[in-house]
């Protein structure tokens, strides 16, 4: 826990510093806090590649590179004081007003569900946080082997800032932060575009809680996915792209590639929803190329730059630089996109069971089912009534704010009031539908779409005081729901909502298996306690596309002290240095002792026998 706390205050340090440092250059607390994240972000992804370029990825080394980045930081800090240079004026937030009040209790119980609370989400537990611990065991991030192959190819951004908090705290407290960190991140962000739209203080804090009260986002903000870490990244960029709209200078060309670089860096949806504002950044440029043009080749070679790396390791590995897609890329193809875009929205909106507009959608989605290229992962189900109480990080429909930002914009097509801004985020929903086929999980993947679309909200409402009041506070209401019935990390568990282990009636160990079955979780923790005990040089794990792997990691971590390995190994490789197996969701493989040869869906632990290492035993079924 000294760990912990010395590494949270490490981080925290580190970036007031940088946030310091630009704001007595930069006017503007909001503006500066965008900029130190993009400082922030870039040191941490330089000092990851250049220690794996070395393979020295070590805890001990990580920690002296953000110690001598703190040291320069407080040295440039100390020099601007003796020199009468450092003027820094704190932020105007008083007086206070109910929605302030509304964001605190938000961002206050999100950031204690996240502290509280083990990483236990799905995709996580897949994907996320075991190529950190092999990142970690490696010394390098190059690609490895592995049956999972998301933990090569997906957007490292997100993991590279989870490595970070993992490597110097020497366990898992710190990882649901950073999502929380871009979920503030977001809402400051947010309420500086408004500020360039036009919008006054008022209306700049209700685009600021319009966003903090959309469901998905209050779920994510305690979870180590990546989703709001690219919405973050995309705000940054949006902000840069205004602030260099208005100056035109190098230095916020610079920071929109940073801002950009990172976006794609995130995740890949980031392509297709930035789009529209790097093609407004290019044509301004080509018709000011005489004051622009350098800045706008910077920063298409600085974005460049920061992806290079996971490109080139992406290539070498599928012949690709984004690596395999696995059914998340369109075929781009009218018919895809005209069902795709209706489909977007359909997953945000719930009906009631009985009505016959149910009834006629549900066949229009039986009659296309068949097409696996529009859609990969089976067609769009239409949501009852019932879905708006599941909250879940992976699925949850934001309702309410689907409907009020469509009413929004054709308010806004009728009235004739169009802006700029509001064809740019039309246009990266429309680029959104047209390059993302729909998935299961499309509403989580829309959250940058809905960070955008918050000043819609404020622009459309700034005459109609009442009712923008209203629609606030019943927003306010309903997100308080998600926020304490989060189904993977409630605060209250009423077993018809969530049905899952709070951290008042279970230890994190338990919680961690929120989102799997009790069984699975009881077999999961005695396998691993197993592996422990034959006290193992090399584990080896043979598991499935999508299986669970990081608590074999967090377990082992937690409760076995002597030194080890943990390594995917294919089932006809096995090398005679592997002590013992783990096994998940694969057949058992042909070995010497094993007569067994079937699936398995909870974990297997197979050993060497002591007296013979050619044959093997079962420890564990």
Same mark, same amino acid.
């Given at each position: 826990?000294?760990?912990? !706390?010395?590494?949270?205050?490490?981080?925290?340090?580190?970036?007031?510093? #940088?946030l310091i440092?630009?704001?007595q250059?930069?006017?503007?607390?909001r503006s500066?806090?965008?900029?130190a994240?993009l400082?922030?972000g870039t040191?941490?992804?330089?000092?990851?590649?250049?220690l794996?370029?070395?393979?020295i990825l070590?805890p001990?080394?990580?920690?002296?590179?953000w110690?001598?980045?703190?040291?320069i930081n407080?040295?440039?800090?100390?020099?601007?004081y003796?020199?009468?240079?450092?003027?820094?004026?704190?932020?105007?937030f008083l007086?206070?007003?109910?929605?302030h009040?509304? %964001?605190l209790i938000?961002?206050?119980?999100?950031?204690?569900?996240?502290?509280?609370?083990?990483?236990?989400?799905?995709?996580?537990?897949?994907y996320?946080?075991?190529?950190?611990?092999?990142?970690?065991?490696?010394?390098n991030?190059?690609h490895?082997?592995t049956s #999972?192959?998301?933990?090569?190819?997906?957007?490292p951004?997100?993991?590279?800032?989870?490595?970070?908090?993992?490597?110097?705290?020497?366990?898992?407290?710190?990882m649901n932060?950073v999502?929380?960190?871009s979920?503030?991140?977001?809402?400051?962000?947010?309420?500086k575009? &408004?500020?360039?739209?036009?919008?006054?203080r008022k209306?700049?804090?209700?685009?600021?809680?319009?966003?903090?009260?959309?469901p998905?986002a209050?779920?994510?903000?305690?979870?180590?996915q990546?989703?709001?870490v690219?919405?973050?990244?995309?705000?940054c960029?949006?902000?840069?792209?205004?602030?260099?709209k208005?100056? =035109?200078?190098?230095?916020?060309?610079i920071?929109?590639?940073?801002?950009l670089?990172l976006s794609?860096l995130?995740k890949g949806?980031?392509?297709?929803?930035? %789009?529209?504002?790097? %093609?407004?950044?290019?044509?301004?440029?080509?018709m000011?190329?005489?004051?622009?043009f350098? =800045?706008? !080749?910077m920063?298409?070679?600085i974005?460049?730059? #920061?992806?290079?790396?996971?490109?080139?390791r992406?290539?070498?590995?599928?012949n690709n630089?984004i690596?395999?897609?696995?059914?998340?890329?369109?075929?781009?193809?009218?018919?895809?996109f005209?069902?795709?875009?209706f489909?977007?929205?359909?997953?945000?909106?719930?009906?009631?069971?009985?009505?016959?507009?149910?009834?006629?959608?549900?066949?229009?989605?039986?009659?296309?089912?068949?097409?696996?290229?529009?859609?990969?992962?089976?067609?769009?189900r239409?949501?009852g009534?019932n879905?708006?109480?599941?909250?879940?990080e992976?699925?949850?429909?934001?309702?309410?704010?689907?409907?009020? #930002?469509?009413v929004c914009?054709?308010?806004?097509?009728i009235?004739?009031?169009?802006? &700029?801004?509001?064809?740019?985020?039309?246009?990266?929903?429309?680029?959104?539908?047209?390059?993302?086929?729909w998935?299961?999980?499309?509403?989580?993947?829309?959250?940058?779409?809905f960070?955008?679309s918050?000043?819609?909200?404020?622009?459309?409402?700034?005459?109609?005081?009442?009712?923008?009041?209203?629609?606030?506070?019943?927003?306010?209401?309903?997100?308080?729901i998600?926020?304490?019935?989060?189904?993977?990390?409630?605060?209250?568990a009423?077993s018809t909502i969530t049905?899952?282990?709070?951290?008042?009636n279970?230890?994190r160990d338990?919680i961690i298996?929120?989102n799997r079955?009790q069984?699975?979780?009881?077999?999961y923790q005695? &396998?691993?306690?197993?592996?422990?005990?034959?006290?193992p040089?090399?584990?080896g794990?043979?598991?499935?596309?999508d299986?669970?792997?990081?608590?074999?990691?967090?377990?082992?971590?937690k409760?076995f002290?002597?030194?080890y390995?943990i390594t995917?190994?294919?089932?006809d490789s096995i090398?005679?240095d592997?002590?013992?197996?783990?096994?998940?969701?694969?057949?058992?493989?042909?070995?010497?002792?094993?007569?067994?040869?079937?699936?398995?869906?909870?974990?297997?632990?197979?050993?060497?026998?002591?007296?013979?290492r050619?044959?093997?035993?079962?420890?564990y079924e």
């Open positions: 826990m000294l760990r912990t !706390l010395g590494t949270f205050i490490l981080f925290l340090f580190v970036f007031s510093t #940088i440092l630009i704001m250059k930069i006017k503007g607390w500066s806090f965008v900029l994240f400082g922030f040191f941490a992804w330089i000092l990851t590649e250049i794996s370029l070395f393979n070590t001990t080394i990580i920690l002296l590179g110690i001598l980045l703190l040291l407080s040295l440039c800090i100390l020099n601007s003796r020199n009468n240079k450092l003027k820094i004026s704190l932020p105007k007086p206070f007003q109910w929605e009040y509304i %964001l938000i961002l206050f119980l999100t950031f204690l569900i996240a502290v509280a609370y083990p990483p236990n989400n799905w995709d996580s537990m897949t996320h946080l075991p190529r950190v611990e092999h990142w970690l065991q490696n010394r991030i190059n490895y082997y #999972i192959d998301r933990q090569l190819f997906s957007a951004f997100n993991s590279i800032l989870v490595l970070q908090g993992r490597a110097l705290s020497g366990d898992d407290f710190l932060l999502q929380w960190f979920f503030i991140g977001s809402i400051i962000g947010l309420s575009i &408004a500020n360039y739209l036009g919008m006054d209306g700049q804090v209700i685009t600021a809680l319009f966003f903090s009260t959309v998905m209050i779920l994510q903000a305690s979870s180590t990546s989703d709001l690219v919405t973050f990244c995309i705000v960029l949006v902000e840069r792209f205004y602030e260099w208005k100056t =035109g200078s190098l230095f916020n060309s920071s929109f590639g940073l801002a670089g794609i995130a949806t980031a392509y297709a929803i930035t %789009l529209p504002f790097v %093609l407004c950044f290019a044509v301004i440029s080509l000011k190329y005489k004051k622009r350098i =800045g706008a !080749l920063a298409a070679i974005c460049l730059m #920061i992806n290079f790396p996971h490109f080139s992406n290539y070498m590995t599928f630089p690596g395999s897609h696995h059914g998340t890329v369109s075929n781009f193809s009218l018919k895809s005209s069902i795709t875009f489909a977007n929205i359909n997953s945000n909106i719930a009906f009631p069971r009985s009505n016959r507009l149910n009834q006629l959608l549900e066949e229009f989605l039986i009659h296309i089912k068949t097409d696996n290229i529009i859609f990969p992962y089976g067609p769009p239409v949501q009534i879905s708006l109480m599941r909250f879940h992976d699925s949850a429909a934001n309702f309410f704010h689907i409907i009020i #930002i469509t914009i054709i308010f806004y097509i009235n004739k009031k169009k802006t &700029a801004y509001h064809f740019t985020v039309i246009a990266s929903f429309v680029l959104f539908s047209f390059f993302i086929p998935q299961p999980w499309i509403t989580r993947l829309q959250l940058p779409l960070a955008l918050a000043p819609i909200f404020s622009l459309a409402l700034v005459n109609y005081h009442k009712l923008r009041k209203g629609l606030l506070i019943m927003l306010a209401l309903y997100a308080m998600p926020l304490f019935m989060n189904r993977s990390r409630p605060i209250i009423f049905n899952n282990k709070t951290i008042w279970s230890t338990e298996f929120n079955s069984i699975f979780s009881e077999k005695y &396998a691993s306690a197993v592996i422990i005990t034959a006290n040089n090399n584990i794990i043979i598991i499935g596309g299986s669970w792997e990081y608590p074999l990691w967090q377990y082992i971590r409760n002290n002597n030194e390995k995917h190994i294919s089932s090398g005679d592997i002590d013992v197996l783990f096994i998940l969701d694969q057949p058992i493989p042909a070995l010497t002792g094993i007569n067994q040869n079937n699936d398995n869906n909870t974990p297997i632990v197979i050993g060497r026998d002591f007296q013979n050619s044959e093997w035993i079962i420890l």
